[in-house]
C-alpha cells in the first residue's frame, strides 16, 4: 500500500473525512471504520474493499425483473434489499435486465425506481460497488477508454452491476479489464496499465 492509502479494520479511528458514507460512524474520538477498507489521503474519503450495495435516491442502477404482482414488479438489484417498480403503461417480463432510477428509499431500504429501460441482450458483470467510481474515472474518462477501446456498449450501475453489449471477443475484453479495475483499483497506474491490457 503506497503513502496515499493505509488500510483500516472496523472500529479503527480514520483520520479526517471530507464525506460520511454508509461504512463509517461516529464517535467521540471521530470517524470510526465499520467495515474494513481504505482511507484516501488525498480525497479524505474511506472506500469499503467489499461491500453490499445499499440503495440511495437518485442511484442509476442495474437489477433483473424477479416477479410481477397485481400492482408492481419486483426487481433484484443485488442487494440485500430489494426494488419496486409500480405499474403503468410500461410492461415489464421476469428476468428482463433493466437499468434505472432509485427515486426513493423507505427507512427499511427498500427502493422505488423509475425511469427503467430494458437492457437487451449483452453480458452482466458483477464487482463490489465501492469500485464502481473507478470503472467510471475522472469525468467519465475509464469507460470513455473502455468503450473506445473494445467498441462494446457498456452501462455501469451504482450496485455494482455492469451491462457490455458487442461482440463476443470484445465483451470478454471488457470484462478482463473491468475485472482488473476492480482487483487494482488501489493501486497507482491503473488507467495506463488498461490502456495496455486493451491494446494488446
Known sequence: MNERYTIYVPGEVLPKIKVANPWVYLSKEGYRALVTGVYDKENEIFIPLKSPYIPCPDDYVIGVVEEERPNDYVINIFSPYLAFKKKNKFELNPFEIVYGRISFVTEVKT????????????????????????????????????????????????????????????????????????KEAHIPGLTTRIENLLSE
Not at 467519465?140 to 457490455?164: F, R
Request: aromatic share 2%; hydrophobic share 40%; charged share 30%.
Open 111 to 182: 427502493a422505488i425506481m423509475e425511469e427503467i429501460k430494458i437492457l437487451r441482450g449483452g453480458n452482466i458483470v458483477s464487482i463490489s460497488p465501492s469500485k464502481i467510481s473507478r470503472v467510471i474515472g475522472k469525468k467519465g474518462s475509464m469507460l470513455t477508454l473502455l468503450k473506445e477501446k473494445t467498441n462494446c456498449e457498456i452501462i455501469v450501475g451504482k450496485n455494482g452491476i455492469i451491462w457490455i453489449k458487442g461482440d463476443e471477443r470484445n465483451v470478454n475484453r471488457a470484462t478482463l479489464a473491468i475485472l482488473k479495475i476492480e
